[in-house]
T-cell receptor, first 114, second 112 residues
Framework: EPEVTQTPSHQVTQMGQEVILRCVPISNHLYFYWYRQILGQKVEFLVS????????KSEIFDDQFSVERPDGSNFTLKIRSTKLEDSAMYFC????????????FGDGTRLSIL | QKEVEQNSGPLSVPEGAIASLNCTYS??????FFWYRQYSGKSPELIMFIYSNGDKEDGRFTAQLNKASQYVSLLIRDSQPSDSATYLCAVNEGRTGNQFYFGTGTSLTVIP
């Protein structure tokens, strides 16, 4: 069964540094998402992406965050200047269609900010 | 921001019993409702999705939706110890409907 693939599985970064989290969505999927989950807390929506532009974003997704689909297969989340509170598990998801399609999640990237 | 509420539990049921998980949501414009299972340290795994009022059954799982009451539930029949996990309710919102909000999850333990 096709999978959403995320790399790396664990990223450790110094506060203030830039980090890029990578995702390869399922190949025929058209809608892509990033979520984060701080340890012990709920899954939080960050952004949805369709047709090479942001579809929706939450209040969390401020100017330090950006997303890109650089080459037709990868979908990346960049955090420009990381803060301690950015430490979380980041999940990528993709769907074939819009909101009425189930999302397939990757295994996540654990981001640790020191 | 709209809210998705779940009883955090923990909910304990004996093996073979029915587990009932509940979720309420605040955005009347929401159209799509999802139940995910999340094991500790793992990513959410889709269990069921429902869009229309009423019941939807898939194996041991039944999702129930009542849009008038803004309520969605998940029933797990013949609960197994492997069903022990946190169950997440997710609801779509936003201008395009392409924004999703999760509840805090209900922790379920099935006792052998």
């Amino acid at each position: 069964e096709p999978e959403v693939t995320q790399t790396p599985s664990h990223q450790v970064t110094q506060m203030g540094q830039e980090v890029i989290l990578r995702c390869v969505p399922i190949s025929n999927h058209l809608y892509f998402y990033w979520y984060r989950q701080i340890l012990g807390q709920k899954v939080e929506f960050l952004v949805s992406f369709y047709n090479n532009e942001i579809s929706e974003k939450s209040e969390i997704f401020d100017d330090q965050f950006s997303v890109e689909r650089p080459d037709g297969s990868n979908f990346t989340l960049k955090i420009r200047s990381t803060k301690l509170e950015d430490s979380a598990m980041y999940f990528c998801a993709s769907t074939l269609g819009t909101h009425n399609q189930p999302q397939h999640f990757g295994d996540g990237t654990r981001l640790s900010i020191l | 921001q709209k809210e998705v509420e779940q009883n955090s539990g923990p909910l304990s049921v004996p093996e073979g019993a029915i587990a009932s998980l509940n979720c309420t949501y605040s955005d009347r414009g929401s159209q799509s409702f999802f139940w995910y299972r999340q094991y500790s340290g793992k990513s959410p795994e889709l269990i069921m999705f429902i869009y229309s009022n009423g019941d939807k059954e898939d194996g041991r799982f039944t999702a129930q939706l009542n849009k008038a009451s803004q309520y969605v539930s998940l029933l797990i029949r013949d609960s197994q110890p492997s069903d022990s996990a946190t169950y997440l309710c997710a609801v779509n919102e936003g201008r395009t409907g392409n924004q999703f909000y999760f509840g805090t999850g209900t922790s379920l333990t099935v006792i052998p």
